[in-house]
């Protein structure tokens, strides 16, 4: 270990130089983490804050939620069967403000449920995000579909839906603007799923997400881009090592020559990774962590700690990976002809 700190204290250059970009591959690569997660939430809060279970949709729709439509009877009795189970329905439409100006919100309507919100008629709930906008409590909004007016009676934190503030409604409200009678989907939280009932089709939270096109579309190339960047990190330390260890050969045959064993010399390297990784990211994690305080409010960028910290976890494993493979070629060094043909 000794030998692996002086090594950096007279190659400190080389070293800090790996260090640097590390740091700005880490910093990137959390950045762009946070912005996946934010698009996620901004795209799906409605269903990723429900707790786990199953969601039913008819098999006729395709793995399309607006085009399924659940029979009373079906969802009737699967309601009375499962407790805490709801039955409800997403539209994408446009409210009116006072000012005539049109906003695009997600309405949502729900049977009795506590993860929905319980609205009564000619009642509507709003995400926050309206409030930020001057839509107050008590203000009068209209919809070309329906004849009179919504009445705003609250607002709730982090619900949207596509991109848009989701806007509750009661079910009457719903079927008079849609000109529905049946719901599109139905919810039953817990682990265990319920005997599916003819022409329904069954999806956990993860796979429901997926059928949302959108979602699945932003976040399968968002999260390529991350990985990718976790693989360039790896392919930097491997490349790194690799140059640092060729130019060393004539110091690992000295070192094998004197009784230092193969284990020593991979534990030094090991040493120069570890370090090198634990200042890199631990500076990115706090500049990173700054960002996610300071980032405008409209911005969706949301980075949990347990995402930062699953992360650092790969870029360590990552490195070590890179930097062992690197190494390898310590392992066939011959003391006599290392001394020979390398630096000393």
Do not use: C
């Not at 690569?29 to 969601?55: E, M, R």
């Not at 203000?139 to 934190?157: E, S, Y």
């Not at 490349?239 to 010399?265: D, E, W």
């Amino acid at each position: 270990m000794n030998i692996a700190f002086k090594e950096m204290k007279k190659n400190k250059m080389r070293f800090v130089i790996l260090g640097s970009i590390v740091f700005l591959v880490s910093l990137l690569t959390f950045i762009i983490s946070g912005l996946a997660n934010g698009l996620s939430q901004d795209n799906a809060a409605l269903i990723k804050d429900l707790p786990n279970g199953q969601f039913y949709m008819t098999k006729d729709a395709e793995e399309t939620y607006n085009l399924s439509r659940i029979d009373n009877r079906i969802q009737d009795k699967l309601l009375q069967k499962q407790k805490d189970a709801a039955a409800f329905s997403i539209q994408m439409g446009f409210l009116n403000d006072r000012a005539g100006k049109q906003r695009s919100v997600a309405f949502v309507t729900s049977t009795d449920s506590k993860y929905f919100q319980h609205v009564k008629k000619g009642e509507i709930v709003l995400d926050r995000s309206l409030e930020d906008e001057g839509i107050k409590i008590g203000d009068a909004l209209t919809n070309n579909q329906f004849n009179n007016k919504f009445i705003v009676k609250g607002f709730v934190d982090q619900s949207k839906y596509s991109h848009a503030p989701v806007a509750y409604i009661s079910m009457d409200d719903y079927k008079g603007m849609y000109r529905v009678n049946e719901m599109q989907l139905i919810f039953v939280p817990g682990g265990d799923s319920p005997q599916v009932a003819e022409g329904l089709e069954s999806f956990s939270k993860k796979q429901f997400l997926n059928t949302i096109s959108s979602y699945k579309a932003e976040q399968m190339s968002l999260n390529m881009i991350v990985w990718f960047l976790v693989v360039i990190s790896g392919m930097l330390f491997a490349i790194f090592f690799y140059m640092m260890n060729v130019q060393k050969m004539g110091l690992y045959g000295i070192l094998k020559a004197i009784g230092l064993k193969t284990s020593a010399l991979f534990k030094m390297m090991w040493t120069q990774m570890v370090f090198i990784t634990v200042i890199a990211i631990g500076l990115s994690v706090a500049l990173s962590q700054v960002f996610n305080m300071i980032a405008p409010k409209g911005m969706p960028f949301h980075l949990p700690p347990e995402t930062t910290v699953q992360l650092s976890i790969v870029f360590l494993i990552i490195g070590f990976i890179g930097a062992t493979l690197s190494g390898m070629q310590i392992k066939k060094v011959e003391p006599l002809q290392a001394i020979q043909q390398g630096e000393v």
